[in-house]
């Protein structure tokens, strides 16, 4: 049996999947980022905490791990977003002023690459506050494949969930009126999935093709010609650009957030509120942006995606996981600001994700991924751009990750200890969900790159990154300190076995948190 619990809230006021390790081509750098990546020499220390997160520093900054020059793979909310908020945490362990130094220079240059500062105008035809992405987070831009002739035929797009710039249609024709459309899509998976059309004609396409349309389906095609396609292989790799408000963009400014509530509290900061004024600009700007898709019910509020933005989820709510992202960039960016509607909004968010959670029996945590129209799934066409295509949709009804969920617990934490809840239940219920259940030694006995469970169930195999973050329950728990560091003594102590753009950032995060949660013990520094 489960039950709800925790919507309780407080009135204190507080001041204060993975892809394979590569390296990638670098896009040449604007010079101001390339001006942000100083050489970095890591500091003589008997802390083998901090001398092990500056040899990872040290790696990252000579090899520009975080040189990006766009978000259009994610990799700035993803990666980069994650190796500043490391930073801070650094600065908190160690009080050591160069981890500011550093996290100006790169915050400056990601502000650098914000659209409406870089000139890239996304779906909107607007350059907007934020940093848009495309690649498999969009849907693909219509592509119309030939007749023999060279005139159009069909006019095709990618329409699955994600990945829709690794799609591929080849046409095989069988006679001179009947064809073939084969369609694969090879988008995080070993083997591509393959779908099959046979013995079609212009009069039929569109009907078998586009019949019962879900998001899990590969394409949408039109007829826009007089004569059947002609043979050949046809990538969809082209996909619409749009900012993400939705995840990515509080995503990139929460460390902003954090910097400047950090700097307005501390005077002998003094030196970087400049830098800290500045931010809270951007992030304000960020937000108003994106402020109108706030939504409330009776559990709490929560944000929506945007109905005219090409994404297969338009206008259905953002999951819990994004929710936590919100709520904690609008939490730092109140301690930074004082601004009321900040942490209205923020505690909106906080009642709708606690209402989402569950306990077992045996006080374990439990919630899905997602709620609302998702959730529950849906069997006629929706309103809205994107949803008029989609005639159907199983639910999306799965139990939350295990990676996901760290961006949750690193809001309820942050709330947590801001004083906003009232008890601590369910972070109790955290802590024993990872120690009995997400903690799972077999994973690593079947496949040396796996060490926890891939949901909040303990189903699947993941590998060690979460680690990191679950640190922070060590409060409530401190057998998760020695359990976390044991996984990333073992997983990343070598910075050439991490992959750089799908986990060197989350590894920057995890441990600055070793290091900031560890038990009470003396930095000692032999330097600045």
């Not at 509120?273 to 898709?293: F, I, K, M, N």
């Not at 944000?303 to 936590?324: E, K, Q, T």
Request: proline letters at 7%; aromatic letters at 12%; charged letters at 20%.
């Amino acid at each position: 049996m489960m039950r709800k619990v925790w919507s309780a809230l407080g009135v204190t006021v507080f001041v204060i999947l993975l892809m394979p390790s590569c390296r990638r081509a670098r896009t040449p750098l604007p010079s101001a980022l390339q001006d942000a990546l100083p050489h970095f020499v890591p500091t003589p220390t008997v802390d083998p905490l901090v001398a092990q997160y500056e040899s990872l520093l040290h790696y990252a900054l000579e090899g520009q791990i975080f040189a990006y020059a766009d978000n259009h793979r994610g990799r700035l909310a993803w990666n980069t977003a994650y190796f500043l908020d490391s930073l801070l945490n650094m600065f908190v362990a160690t009080q050591d002023p160069r981890y500011l130094d550093l996290f100006v220079e790169h915050a400056d240059a990601l502000l650098a690459l914000r659209d409406d500062f870089a000139g890239r105008s996304d779906f909107t035809g607007r350059a907007r506050p934020g940093w848009q992405a495309n690649a498999h987070y969009t849907l693909g831009r219509p592509y119309v494949l030939p007749d023999a002739a060279g005139r159009p035929s069909l006019r095709v797009q990618a329409i699955r969930l994600s990945g829709n710039d690794h799609t591929i249609v080849v046409v095989r024709p069988e006679d001179e009126r009947h064809f073939t459309l084969e369609v694969q899509n090879d988008f995080r998976r070993a083997e591509p999935l393959k779908i099959r059309y046979e013995d079609l004609t212009l009069g039929t396409v569109e009907a078998v093709v586009n019949a019962d349309l879900s998001p899990r389906h590969l394409i949408h095609v039109w007829r826009v010609g007089d004569a059947p396609p002609a043979a050949g292989r046809y990538e969809l790799k082209e996909t619409y650009a749009a900012v993400l408000h939705s995840e990515h963009t509080p995503a990139i400014n929460i460390p902003l957030a954090r910097f400047a509530a950090l700097v307005y509290q501390r005077p002998d900061l003094a030196s970087y509120r400049p830098a800290a004024d500045t931010y809270v600009r951007r992030c304000r700007e960020s937000y108003q942006d994106y402020a109108d898709l706030w939504r409330t019910d009776d559990e709490g509020g929560y944000f929506v995606f945007d109905p005219r933005a090409p994404i297969w989820s338009a206008g259905f709510p953002v999951p819990y996981n994004g929710l936590a992202l919100h709520g904690r960039f609008l939490l730092w960016l109140y301690n930074a600001t004082g601004d009321a509607v900040y942490r209205t909004r923020a505690e909106a968010l906080l009642q709708k994700i606690l209402a989402g959670m569950t306990m077992t029996p045996e006080g374990y945590l439990r919630m899905p991924y997602w709620y609302g129209r998702p959730f529950h799934g849906w069997d006629r066409p929706q309103e809205g751009p994107a949803h008029h295509l989609y005639v159907r949709s199983a639910p999306f009804d799965a139990s939350e990750d295990t990676s996901h969920f760290t961006l949750t617990l690193q809001f309820l934490l942050d709330a947590y200890e801001a004083g906003w809840l009232t008890d601590d239940a369910w972070a109790q219920a955290a802590a024993r969900t990872y120690t009995d259940v997400l903690w799972k030694p077999e994973c690593h006995t079947a496949d040396r790159s796996k060490f926890l469970a891939h949901n909040l169930e303990g189903q699947g195999c993941i590998a060690a990154y979460p680690a990191g973050v679950y640190v922070r329950l060590s409060a409530f728990e401190p057998r998760i300190w020695d359990l976390s560091w044991t996984l990333y003594r073992e997983a990343y102590s070598d910075p050439r076995t991490i992959a750089p753009d799908y986990e060197y950032g989350y590894v920057l995060l995890g441990w600055s948190l070793l290091a900031l949660q560890r038990p009470a013990t003396p930095v000692i520094r032999s330097g600045r």
